[in-house]
């Protein structure tokens, strides 16, 4: 699982396939990101209980090489484990998903406030 720090920019990219194992191309894809949302003192460690999602376009960086992808302001999450879920236009594509942990310690939260 990747780490990264919490307040960075993190870059989320992905690849679609069709069901012969090809890259495929849809016409759009969206990503929906979950995050812990650190809403409450009892939080800490994370506990998983106070998720906030988000989701935005994802954009095709080549259409050659079938990326998609977007960057994240981890800034708005508390530290933990933050997942994602890519689905393109075409379902037929299937989702792709993936995960990674965003580690801040307690000086964190002053140094780098929460942004919406």
Partial sequence: MNTYNRGSKVIIETVFYDTSGDIAQPTS???????????????????GNDLLTSTSS???TSTT?????TTWNSAVSAPGVVAWTA???????????????LRGGLANSAAVPTTL
Avoid at 29 to 47: E, K, L, M, Q
Avoid at 89 to 100: A, M, P
Wanted: hydrophobic content about 40%; charged content about 15%.
């Fill in 87 to 101: 689905v393109p236009s075409n379902t037929l594509y299937g989702v792709n998903e993936g995960r990674f942990l």
């Fill in 65 to 69: 090489a079938g990326t998609w992808a």
């Fill in 58 to 60: 994802l954009a095709n």
């Fill in 29 to 47: 894809a969206r990503i929906v990101i979950a995050y812990p949302s650190g809403s409450t003192s009892d939080d800490w460690p994370f506990d």
